[in-house]
């Protein structure tokens, strides 16, 4: 495979697993007032074809953030404890939000170099034209 | 001049240094949030070009390569930086790959106008007009 088209490959992992974390993001900010909802994580990790780095990324397991919910003050609530409590969620909007803006600063990152990466090589195939 | 085309030698290793700098940045840029991943890159054309001043060919760095004008073990292209890392281990700077990128980008520009140049001077000396 060329340089390029490696390129534009390792770039297209990138925008995907952009995307599947952004996914999961906005997954976790419409359940944040869901009762008993665990926010979900996901890692990225290169990827390894036959035992040998390619150099992709590719995205991890999902996980449930595993810390205390949140302890919610309603007695009117049908699932309101002795005391009034209910289990909410453990999301934590500031910091949804905020690995979002990351996720969206790195896919647009990878966009700049799928572009820089296609114009080189059209440039390239220019050398065939008179 | 007509002898040697050592320019198009030259601007042929050129691009491809240019080239393959590319795919370790996107590299790079696509493993911007994978932690513990190191950031690579190759030597600039300039010092890549002080260690290799026989030929532009492949050779065999290698033991495992199959052919190649000898082994020359003291260049790896991939240096891998130790600079500071985020706390998971990750030692990508998108502003620093964004900066090589267009560095990049301008050395392969430049590989293949000089190319072109070279293609164009040659065809106006055979050419009948």
Known sequence: MSEFAKSLDVTASGLKAQAQRLRHLSENIANADTPGFRRKTISFQTEFTAGKGTGRVETGRVRLDQSDLKQVYDPTHPMADKTGHYDGSNVNLVIEIADAREAQRSYEANLKMFEQARQMSSGLMDLLRR | ?129
């Open chain 2, 1 to 129: 001049m007509f002898e040697n085309l050592d320019i198009f030698r030259m601007s042929h290793a050129m691009a491809r240094h240019a080239g393959s700098r590319q795919a370790l940045i996107a590299q790079n840029m696509a493993n911007a949030d994978t932690p513990g991943y190191a950031a690579r890159d190759l030597q600039p054309f300039q010092a890549y070009l002080e260690t290799n001043t026989a030929d532009f060919y492949p050779k065999a760095t290698r033991a495992g390569h199959l052919q190649g004008a000898g082994a020359n073990h003291s260049h790896d292209p991939r240096i891998r930086h130790e600079g500071q890392a985020d706390p998971n281990g990750n030692s990508v700077s998108i502003e620093t790959e964004m900066v090589k990128a267009v560095e990049v980008k301008r050395q392969h520009d430049r590989a293949l106008s000089i190319y072109k140049h070279a293609l164009t001077v040659l065809r106006s000396a055979v050419s009948s007009r």
